[in-house]
């Protein structure tokens, strides 16, 4: 596998403001994804982080709400924007590594909760 | 529209006994399936997977069925430890490297 971190691992913001997370990846990796867990609930794909170009959206996210940047192959960042409660969950970057096609590796997530 | 499902959202099991855990899938066209554990704040480890071309797939204490034809997954734990608690995934991909994840299933080992 590879260490995959992300920061912060958790925080508490206020309504309306923006948050950003990181993701940093210690090999190479061929794909990288951002998913959300909300309370209660299963994983969910929110876009395929792309290098050097614009994140591939899944349907019912949007780029204004959620900004993605992967600037190289071993890093990525989502923003959370113009947060609301219904924003507080668990936010996953996961990677597919060179060497093994398909298996999805994570990182340990970003606790968000929006006051 | 959930294309996997699981449809136990619980299972308590003695240690030492076998763990099954179950998931039933919709689209024919995933050819790649696996099973992840997630603790409490942490994210899902990945554990175990199969594709379409097999049936089965062993390793170490967890096993993997899969039967194509009724569309349906099932992970073996034997013997299950109370370590093994925690809540597992079962998640499917195909062609664009995207997984579709399962509701999970909490897993809970009884000394």
């Known amino acids: 596998s590879a260490v995959i971190s992300q920061k912060p691992s958790r925080d508490i913001c206020q309504r309306g403001t923006s948050l950003t997370i990181q993701c940093q990846v210690d090999?190479?990796?061929?794909?990288m994804f951002w998913y959300r867990q909300q309370p209660g609930q299963s994983l969910t794909l929110i876009a395929t982080?792309?290098?050097?170009?614009?994140?591939?959206?899944e349907s019912g996210f949007v780029i204004d709400k959620f900004p993605i940047s992967r600037p190289n192959l071993t890093f990525s960042t989502l923003t959370v924007s113009n947060m609301s409660p219904e924003d507080s969950s668990i936010y996953l970057c996961?990677?597919?590594?060179?060497?093994?096609?398909?298996?999805?590796?994570f990182g340990p997530g970003t606790r968000l909760t929006v006051l | 529209d959930q294309q996997v499902k699981q449809n136990s959202p619980s299972l308590s099991v003695q240690e030492g006994r076998i763990s099954i855990l179950n998931c039933d899938y919709t689209n024919s066209m995933f050819d790649y399936f696996l099973w992840y554990k997630k603790y409490p704040a942490e994210g899902p480890t990945f554990l175990i997977s199969i594709s379409s071309i097999k049936d089965k797939n062993e390793d170490g204490r967890f096993t993997v069925f899969l039967n194509k034809s009724a569309k349906h997954l099932s992970l073996h734990i034997v013997p299950s430890q109370p370590g093994d608690s925690a809540v597992y995934f079962c998640?499917?991909?195909?062609?664009?490297?995207?997984?579709?994840f399962g509701t999970g299933t909490l897993l809970a080992v009884q000394p």
């Open positions: 998640a499917a991909g195909g062609a664009t490297n995207k997984l579709i």
């Open positions: 996961s990677v597919v590594l060179a060497r093994t096609r398909g298996t999805q590796y």
């Open positions: 982080a792309n290098q050097g170009s614009e994140a591939t959206y």
């Open positions: 090999s190479q990796v061929t794909m």
